[in-house]
């Protein structure tokens, strides 16, 4: 998994600088270039042909984990993916992520800061990733949990296919009804088909109620 991210990264190009001497003993001439890093944004200059064949893949931000030996460490996978869903264009989940604003923040884009954070705040149970509290924000210590997947089922945002503006409920053009549900234990349980929009929000709001359920209230629930 990691050798396959790390195959689809290359940073951005910005300029072409031109020809130069890549170093002050080199008798040859090489194409630089100023490329953004698609880890943490910086802008920085490059010889072309590193960039070209994978030798150089960051401004150099990515060395401070290596040096530091984190690469191994037990949440570095969590910051990789973190920072390519929200830098990479080419990372599978990027539309849901970076495509849509979601950033990670400056202090996290150094892996050490992350990884103290996650050392102090991780419940050291199994079950638990990496959540955000308000999912139309990004990474930050201020809106990241630990949370199961229950928990992240319940805090889903809105899809784009949903036109109701409520979670859990959707319109059925075929039928013409508006229809209920909740995802509870990994399953979605149909709870009715409505001729009202506001018929189905109250029924799964009920549904919620009398069953107890840690479910946010549709109502409630019309920004995530």
Known sequence: M???LEKDMKPKFIEDLGMRYPTEKSTKKARFGLYECQYCGKEFEAQSSNIKHGQTKSCGCQRKGITHGLTSHK????????????NNLKNADYKNYGARGITVCEEWLDIKNFVVWAEQTHPNISGVSLDRIDNDLGYSPENCRWADKVTQAINQRIMKNNKSGYVGVHYH????????YISTNNTRKH???????????QARDIYIIENNLPHKLSILNTGI
């Open 2 to 4: 990691e050798e396959e």
């Open 173 to 180: 053009g075929m039928d013409e009804v508006w229809t209920a």
């Open 191 to 201: 709870i009715g088909s409505f001729l009202t929009k506001e018929e189905a929000v």
């Open 75 to 86: 949440f570095y996978m969590t910051w990789k993916l973190m920072t390519y869903r929200c």
